[in-house]
């Protein structure tokens, strides 16, 4: 006992003198890196009014530049355009008249990432979502149904309920030619990752503009909302790496532990009997990211645990598994951590045959990170004993 724990010091020290030599370990760590980005979207639009809903709904597109200055904080030069429409139904006639007409408004948006607020950036999150608010210009042109609208309820009405010249009409705000507008802009978005740089999203947008806009007067400001989907494709290196130095001590040992199959077993003799003492073995199972399958490299672990347990009838095995808190969610991260445990246990009970009263499977999630390295905390420490 005395010259195995003298092996295991002498082991070690000549382990950090060895790393001490040689570069200095690493561990890579992806972070944010301020970055480009680029849209396009299409969808359609409501202009806000008095007739059926379905009457003012229009195409609509944009196409916005911008960038991402940190995890939360975006802005972006967003250029809306198409189609708007306006309507009024005649309370005298009960007629419908409709219009429509062309705009192009760009815009100053700013972003806020409300998942990298909330739950910190990881580079490889499948989902974000966030807010948005900006203030532009509205151009509007090619008023011309309008136009023919307005001479066509002031013919109806005049005829019909003797209107003069320079009565009050449905279309007090007539416009024609070019008009341009202060517009402001408040609205949500949601990001499904693909790949490293390229998302399909979804946003949803509020705009509001003077009361001129629908050519109808009424005294508040005039609204449309649009709803697009599109692509959004990052631009540059969205991603940069920080190196941190690993404990020498610490490798060390994980790599003693690591190779050790059995430890020997000491005898301890008594007056009136001989007694064996059991030393632990301990297995790390390592798997690949969001997996829970054992993989054949990792097979070899597995049956010497069943070794072990078949060799001493009373021991028995703790299972833990865990999840690396770089990449996923809690939840996700925890539901990894059971399967991973689970999955080692499943083997031992129906490929191996040991009982299943032998075994504990416990899970910590990513609230736990036992390695240093994050990628090696995707991890069943098997400890049996």
Request: glycine fraction near 8%; include cysteine; hydrophobic fraction near 40%.
């Amino acid at each position: 006992m005395k010259f195995r724990k003298l092996l295991y010091t002498v082991l070690m020290s000549a382990g950090c003198m060895s790393a001490s030599a040689q570069t200095p370990e690493t561990v890579t760590v992806d972070t944010f890196n301020h970055h480009w980005f680029v849209q396009g979207q299409i969808g359609a639009q409501y202009t806000l009014g008095e007739i059926k809903f379905g009457d003012l709904i229009s195409p609509n597109i944009q196409v916005a530049g911008g960038y991402q200055f940190t995890p939360v904080w975006g802005l972006r030069l967003a250029i809306n355009a198409w189609q708007s429409k306006g309507g009024s139904t005649l309370r005298e006639s009960g007629n419908t008249y409709k219009w429509k007409f062309n705009y192009i408004a760009p815009t100053v948006d700013v972003t806020f990432d409300l998942v990298n607020l909330i739950a910190g950036y990881k580079p490889d999150r499948v989902f974000n979502a966030g807010l948005l608010a900006g203030i532009g210009a509205n151009i509007a042109f090619n008023n011309d149904e309008a136009i023919v609208a307005s001479q066509q309820i002031r013919n109806e009405l005049g005829t019909a309920y003797n209107v003069q010249p320079g009565d009050v009409m449905y279309l007090d705000n007539l416009w024609d030619g070019t008009v341009t507008r202060l517009v402001g802009r408040v609205g949500a978005y949601a990001d499904f990752r693909v790949s490293k740089r390229v998302s399909l999203g979804v946003e949803f947008n509020a705009n509001a503009t003077g009361d001129i806009y629908n050519s109808k007067k009424a005294s508040d400001l005039d609204w449309y909302f649009n709803a697009l989907a599109g692509v959004k494709v990052r631009l540059g290196k969205i991603t940069k790496k920080v190196e941190k130095k690993s404990c020498c001590h610490e490798k060390i040992v994980e790599k003693i532990v690591e190779k050790i199959v059995e430890k020997p077993v000491e005898k301890i003799v008594y007056r009136d009997r001989e007694v064996t003492k059991r030393e632990a073995l301990r297995k790390d199972i390592f798997f690949t990211i969001s997996n829970t399958t054992v993989s054949r490299a990792e097979m070899p672990k597995v049956e010497d645990i069943a070794a072990y347990l078949n060799k001493y009838p009373e021991a028995k095995v703790v299972i833990t598994g865990y999840a690396d808190k770089g990449t996923g969610n809690a939840r996700i991260n925890e539901k990894l951590a059971k399967k991973r445990s689970q999955i080692v246990a499943d083997l031992l009970t129906n490929k191996f045959g040991i009982a299943s009263s032998r075994i504990t499977v416990d899970s910590k999630g990513d609230t736990v990170q036992p390695f240093e390295q994050n990628d090696l905390n995707r991890v069943s420490i098997c400890i049996a004993e």
